[in-house]
């Protein structure tokens, strides 16, 4: 096998090394454009996956990195005169340069060829003359752009510029600092790689950048004036750079890593960005891959398929986490004023890899310091403090999310909503929601949706929170109102969802005549009339609500339903009063609130939940939502319930854990409103880790708690926690320990002997 390696970084090289020591007699060939000792930045961080998948695919290699690694496990984040230190971390750094000499040295005893300052040919050229060729080449891939039709790459370019430094000593711990300057925020990110060396990123938004007048000075001023900004931390001495330059960091993502015999891997394939270190882990674990299996599949394509089916998967995890510390940084202002320790915790958490659970284990004092700080009482877990709004204090901050159960007969809830919501009230949290219940028959979205528009619903409704109340004392009931719009007369979820009812479909209204889905019923656009006549709808409903029994009531205005599709642009075309500006948008979904907000009881509290973006282009975005919360809280909302998206057919969601959460992270600290995160939050710990950071005040959860009705309960059980934030119900008691489960101590068998042998002379 003839195999050509385009780019001379530690993922080229790697899979260099890699695949000839596999089979000496492959013929493989590094292109490398610049000098050996030539590259950007100065240290390299790996973790011990990383190094021990290196330790047992080529132990040279490992053997050679061990004999340079710095090693420290501390954290440090300096604010506002304040230095708080978590350890128990664990990291392993060398210098790149070094990283690069050991992998040249491997490459060349295994008589891989090597060509410094030598461009590769064209692509074309090497898929004619070789059996495989691995586009190395880096984030600026010459070799992605000339297949961009089929590898599909997108590429995002964000808010900050930062730049790669090096100081001549070496930091005791990963260090973060926080500079507040006349020009706005900036940062540090330090970490040693050498005994006498460490790396110095300092990052900052585009428009600090150009503000500081960084973008107008020489190369040398710009890095003494980063020197200058952060002498404490450098300890009064200089800074050095290697041609580093302010650049924006840039985020590929490939449809297709693949193309014939030409495949990607590192930074050409995938970036992700440096504030998690994984630039350089990525690549090489690409390399372990790749080598695998080609090692392990027949034919160049079949392995070339496997690898790209293994490392996606990876790759789009890490690419997350990234993404969310990344965007943390560039949002680093709306978190200045935090307590000193939440702010601490909040940055530690910031990518979902660290959480709450974890950072306990790897230092507990760090962590019940933040807890203490936040208000938990000693052995109380974030999640079980208790939340007041309004007259409503709630005994801990687990919601179980509003989820149509499209299970009504004639809009009445029947028996399965008692045992359906009185089993999640009874599941211990702290407050249980409704579905969406509609205010009107039209306003239904299928015919199985209830309703509070007849006095026989009141009375239904009333029995299920007459249960609640009774026996799940300290549990509070919602209930959520709202109009189906355009998204109304349609099948039963589970027979189609979002599908038109084949017969038996009821006329719709919607702030514009626009239909969902090309085959969904074209709604009538409301005339003023139509519009006050649902306001009064909404506030009929809102005072039978009441009268029923709910501790707390909320407003529908997401996921493309009526309220909805008057705050998106990509729904309300309208030219009147209640369409074009934002303010135009948000008119009517105002007056309705401002409506129901009159006849319901003043103690009790109102939300108002809303999709903070609508994952398509031209809609609704992380910023407007911002807006939206505000005019929503200014008007008397006690909290934003934050969702996202389903307001138009064509959206295209970016799912994963806690996806939705950054939105409410937003709302909270921008607009200075309560929220309500929801969106894959799965676990107690993610619950804990999200309140104790300040992202959000309350998390709902929805698919949890139909796999588990106990949920909460269960949560409080797994954390050892038995105080007033959850009640386990008198006859559930007996079960508030795990049953046990089959034997998992028994003795090991004894499969050798330790004694010494014994002496033949004595007897």
Request: aromatic share 8%; net charge neutral.
């Amino acid at each position: 096998m003839r195999v050509a390696v385009i780019g001379g970084g530690p993922g080229g090289l790697y899979a260099a090394a890699l695949l000839k020591r596999l089979d000496p007699g492959r013929e493989i060939t590094v292109w490398e454009r610049n000098a050996p000792d030539e590259t950007f930045g100065f240290g390299v961080v790996l973790s011990d996956e990383t190094l021990g998948g290196i330790e047992h695919a080529d132990p040279v290699v490992h053997e050679a990195l061990q004999r340079h690694f710095v090693r420290w496990d501390d954290i440090d984040i300096v604010h506002r005169g304040a230095t708080h230190r978590s350890g128990g971390h664990g990291f392993a750094a060398l210098g790149r340069r070094r990283l690069l000499r050991i992998l040249h040295d491997r490459c060349r005893s295994l008589g891989v060829d090597l060509r410094f300052s030598t461009e590769a040919p064209d692509p074309d050229t090497l898929c004619a003359g070789y059996d495989l060729v691995i586009a190395a080449d880096g984030v600026h891939s010459t070799t992605r752009a000339a297949y961009a039709d089929a590898f599909r790459p997108q590429l995002t370019e964000h808010r900050c510029r930062y730049i790669w430094l090096a100081a001549d000593f070496p930091f005791d711990a990963f260090r973060f600092e926080i500079a507040e300057t006349e020009h706005g925020v900036m940062q540090l990110h330090g970490y040693p790689y050498a005994a006498d060396a460490s790396t110095v990123i300092i990052e900052m938004r585009e428009e600090v950048w150009q503000t500081a007048g960084l973008d107008d000075v020489t190369p040398q001023e710009s890095v003494d004036r980063c020197a200058k900004i952060f002498a404490d931390a450098l300890r009064g001495r200089p800074l050095h750079s290697n041609n580093s330059a302010w650049t924006t960091f840039r985020t590929v993502v490939n449809d297709h890593w693949s193309h014939g015999n030409v495949v990607l891997l590192g930074d050409a394939a995938h970036t992700a960005h440096f504030s998690i270190g994984s630039g350089t882990k990525l690549a090489m674990e690409d390399a372990l891959a790749l080598a695998a299996c080609l090692e392990e599949h027949p034919g160049v394509r079949r392995a070339l398929a496997a690898y790209e089916q293994e490392r996606k998967p990876v790759v789009a995890s890490t690419q997350r986490a990234a993404r969310a510390s990344l965007e943390w940084f560039e949002n680093l202002g709306l978190y200045l004023g935090q307590p000193p320790r939440q702010f601490a915790f909040n940055l530690l958490t910031r990518s979902r890899r660290v959480t709450h659970d974890n950072l306990r284990l790897r230092d507990a004092r760090f962590t019940e310091a933040v807890e203490r700080e936040f208000g938990c009482p000693p052995g109380t877990p974030p999640m079980f403090t208790p939340f007041r709004l309004r007259g409503l204090t709630l005994r801990n901050r687990v919601v179980v999310s509003p989820m149509d159960m499209y299970s009504a007969t004639d809009g009445v809830p029947g028996d399965f909503h008692l045992v359906h919501l009185g089993a999640r009230a009874l599941g211990g949290a702290g407050l249980v929601m409704t579905e969406m219940v509609c205010v009107s028959e039209e306003g239904r979205i299928t015919p199985g949706c209830t309703g509070l528009y007849t006095g026989r619903q009141t009375e239904a409704w009333r029995r299920v929170t007459d249960f609640v109340h009774t026996q799940a004392p300290g549990t509070a009931i919602g209930v959520q109102l709202g109009h189906s719009g355009r998204k109304g007369s349609t099948k039963l979820m589970w027979e189609g969802m979002d599908e038109p009812l084949p017969r038996g479909n009821w006329p719709l209204v919607a702030a514009s005549p626009l239909p969902y889905k090309p085959d969904s019923q074209i709604p009538r656009q409301l005339s003023r009339a139509q519009l006050t006549d649902i306001r009064e709808q909404f506030t009929a409903a809102a005072w039978r609500a009441a009268r029923a029994g709910f501790d707390l009531l909320e407003l529908h205005c997401a996921h493309g339903y009526l309220l909805s599709g008057f705050l998106s642009p990509l729904t309300n075309h309208r030219t009147d009063a209640y369409g074009g500006s934002p303010e135009r948008r948000l008119r009517f979904p105002l007056e309705v609130f401002e409506a129901v907000r009159a006849v319901w009881p003043a103690e009790r509290p109102m939300t108002v939940r809303i999709s903070a973006t609508d994952w398509a282009e031209g809609g609704t975005r992380a910023e407007d939502a911002v807006e939206i919360a505000r005019a929503f809280a200014a008007h008397g909302a006690d909290a934003i319930d934050v969702s996202t998206g389903q307001v138009v057919a064509e959206e295209r969601p970016e799912f994963g854990r806690s996806y939705q959460t950054p939105f409410a992270d937003r709302i909270r600290n921008s607009a200075r409103v309560p929220v309500i995160a929801v969106g894959a939050i799965s676990s107690w710990d993610d619950v804990n880790s999200l309140i104790l950071a300040g992202r959000t005040d309350l998390c709902a959860l929805g698919r949890p708690h139909l796999y588990d009705p106990h949920w909460t309960l269960h949560a409080a059980a797994e954390q050892g926690y038995d105080g007033p934030g959850v009640v386990w119900p008198a006859p559930y008691r007996a079960g508030s320990r795990r049953p046990q489960t089959g034997r998992t101590d028994a003795p090991k068998p004894r499969l050798s002997l330790t004694h010494p042998p014994r002496d033949p002379h004595r007897s």
